[in-house]
């Protein structure tokens, strides 16, 4: 007893002064001239060390401080601390818990797959969150999602993932516009559901599309009863789920086909973005990169969920999570296939890694499930 006691004063004592060299050499520390004109650092300091299964430290930030001015230089942490992570979570005012992760987390894979949901209004499971705790988005309550990466990092996969989700739901209409001609594919078996355009034999079939939606959103406005500020979603009147794979690619397409039909894929999606919440439109735009060029500013702050997979660049990360900690964002620049950081409303930003669903899978989950009551699919125009 008296042996385990002194172990863990030893243990506190190397990790308490390992914090204070670590933490006193970035950001979160600050230089000061004291009254005797001498030089101080001031740094967060550890008012108590917890070992149990994880090695938590107990910290007291500086005055003003904030729990995120410490989680913007968790990485640094992190290394000066001899481990894989550090996470920063607020306790009470000017108190946080550290927690020092041995092994990222999020490197096992996590092959379990999300179970299908009997409503599109359940939450559906995005992935793993750090804590080992599922991470989902209710289209119920959310507007738009994007999923940004470049290519292999795990986007097609973390969408089969979601979408083999709302293969028996009876309230959802899933849609939309797939040049890849893969991930919307299964869904085109499904009469039950929206039509789905793949491919590139027929650019213009995109966009007739996309026109189509915006008139049944108009529609779908006009009958909203008065004294509501948005339709009940139900059986009656489905979640319009409108996939858009690759949308770049399907830009690009447009564009060398004819200007005209670049421009009008632009303005109708603006509008699904702009107008569709309340219209039980639900938008999951997928792209390598959230620019300007491809999705405006406006748009982009239409998406309530926003992931990012593995980009290439700080500037990249910031295009989708403002504000994100430069060592954060770097670090992402190297995630593996699947992990992904999340900006939500109500959260801070979060990683996680989605369940690694196959192709076949996917397609087996689609395909193999069948509505007899669902609602008619209608024609694009
Ligand atoms: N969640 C995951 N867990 C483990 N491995 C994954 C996961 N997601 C993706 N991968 C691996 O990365 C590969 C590429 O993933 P995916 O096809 O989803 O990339 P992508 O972002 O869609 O790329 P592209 O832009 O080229 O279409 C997968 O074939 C798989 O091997
Ligand atoms: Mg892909």
């Known amino acids: ?24 050499g970035t950001e979160a520390s600050r230089d000061i001239t004291n009254g005797a004109g ?3 650092t001031l740094a ?13 430290l107990h910290v007291r930030l500086l005055p003003g401080q904030l729990p995120d001015d410490l989680a913007a230089v968790a990485p640094r942490l992190a290394e000066g601390m001899g481990v894989a992570a550090c996470r920063v979570v607020s306790v009470r005012p000017g108190r946080v818990r550290v927690t020092l992760l041995l092994c990222d987390p999020l490197m096992t894979e996590n092959g379990a797959l999300s179970r299908p949901v009997r409503s599109a209004l359940e939450p559906l499971v995005l992935g793993t969150g750090e804590d080992g705790t599922a991470v989902s988005v209710a289209l119920g309550a959310s507007a738009h999602l994007i999923l940004a990466g470049s290519t292999g990092s795990g986007k097609s996969v973390g969408s089969y993932g979601l ?9 959802v209409r899933v849609t939309g516009s797939d040049v890849s001609g893969l991930l919307l594919a299964p869904w085109s078996k499904r009469p039950d559901h929206g039509d789905v355009v793949l491919g590139t034999a027929d650019p213009a079939a995109h966009v007739a599309l996309f026109e189509h ?23 009656e009147v489905p979640i319009l789920f409108v996939v858009v794979e690759e949308y770049a690619g399907l830009l690009r397409l447009l564009d060398v086909t004819d200007k005209g039909l670049g421009k009008r894929a632009r303005s109708a999606l603006a509008r699904l973005l702009a107008e569709g919440r309340k219209a039980g439109v639900r938008v999951l735009l997928i792209v390598q990169r959230a620019e300007a060029a491809i999705i405006g500013a406006y748009e982009r702050s239409q998406a309530s969920h926003r992931l990012s ?10 295009l989708l999570h403002p504000g994100a900690a430069p060592a954060v964002a770097d670090q992402h620049t190297v995630a593996t296939p699947g992990i992904a950081l999340l900006s939500a409303p109500g959260m801070p930003l979060t990683r996680l890694r989605s369940p690694l669903c196959t192709y076949a899978q996917y397609c087996d989950a689609v395909t193999a499930a069948t509505r007899s009551d669902g609602p008619e699919s209608g024609p694009a125009a």
């Open 213 to 235: 939606l915006v008139r049944e959103m108009d529609h779908r406005i006009t009958e909203i009863p008065a004294g509501r500020d948005a339709v009940a979603l139900g059986t």
């Open 1 to 24: 007893m008296r042996r385990r006691r002194t172990e863990h004063e030893l243990a506190t004592t190397v990790l308490v002064d390992r914090w204070r060299q670590t933490v006193e």
């Open 44 to 56: 967060p300091v550890v008012e108590r060390v917890e070992l149990t299964d994880e090695i938590v």
């Open 309 to 318: 997979y593995r980009v290439d660049n700080r500037a990249s990360v910031e």
């Open 38 to 40: 001498i030089s101080v």
């Open 163 to 171: 979408l083999s989700q709302l293969a028996v739901a009876e309230d």
